[in-house]
């Protein structure tokens, strides 16, 4: 630490590639909680502190749901595993606050790209299907405006606390995943995976992906962040046609 002016904090196992398992979200919850941990240690021990620190977190914890209002910082939080594992996570980032670093925190939505993430599991299959009825809000961001996000927390020496990082326009997983096959040049068939199938494959975690929560971009965008990909359709072109 006695090098660095700045910490950014992206540590923890993904939480939609394996099945949850109690072991696997043991996985999910301490290699969040215990990378921070780590990182309040080595930042209290050091002679010559960093200034600032920028951490991760998620728009799950304010919950999967399908309200339509729009979810702001200030909003409840949820109470399923996720929103606890985030909950969790978040109160260790503000042990590190502590210590007196400029802390912001980036509650990050769905990162749309090519390879990796929420795109490749929805376009995985031959044919591309929303999941349920498809009415679930996902509340998305290209991957090059959270990266310049994170660059915009980290330059802004007057950014400090917590900020949705999702793009100012949330979709319905029908939309976005009609929108994502017909960028990419896949089939879609508007008839939703059945949610008891989904449940039936995926266990507990079927309810991310059934839920959903249309997050609010507001906070950051008055704080001067400027987006390059506000809107979904330009977003999924540039990703698929570089």
């Not at 991310?208 to 971009?217: A, E, P």
């Amino acid at each position: 630490m006695e090098w660095a002016d700045a910490i950014i904090h992206l540590a923890g196992a993904g939480v939609a590639d394996k099945r949850w398992t109690e072991e696997r979200k043991k996985l999910i919850l301490e290699s969040r909680t215990k990378s921070t941990q780590l990182i309040y240690k080595a930042v209290a021990a050091a002679t010559n502190q960093p200034d600032t620190l920028i951490s991760a977190s998620a728009v799950g914890v304010y919950g999967f749901n399908t309200y339509t209002d729009l979810i702001e910082e200030s909003s409840p939080e949820g109470n399923d595993f996720l929103a606890n594992v985030v909950k969790a996570w978040e109160a260790e980032v503000k042990k590190i606050e502590s210590l007196h670093l400029r802390t912001v925190i980036l509650r990050i939505g769905i990162v749309l790209d090519e390879h990796g993430g929420a795109l490749g599991e929805m376009l995985k299959p031959a044919v591309a299907a929303p999941l349920g009825n498809g009415d679930q809000w996902m509340s998305w961001i290209h991957i090059e405006d959270l990266a310049k996000m994170f660059v915009f927390a980290l330059e802004k020496t007057t950014l400090q606390g917590v900020f949705n990082a999702v793009s100012p326009n949330p979709a319905t997983n029908f939309r976005l995943t009609q929108e994502a096959a017909r960028a990419k040049g896949k089939p879609f068939i508007g008839i939703g995976v059945p949610a008891f199938l989904l449940r039936l494959i995926l266990g507990e975690m079927a309810e991310m992906v059934l839920g959903g929560n249309r997050v609010s971009s507001s906070k950051i965008q008055k704080s001067g962040f400027e987006y390059e990909f506000p809107i979904l359709i330009p977003a999924l072109k540039d990703i698929f046609h570089r």
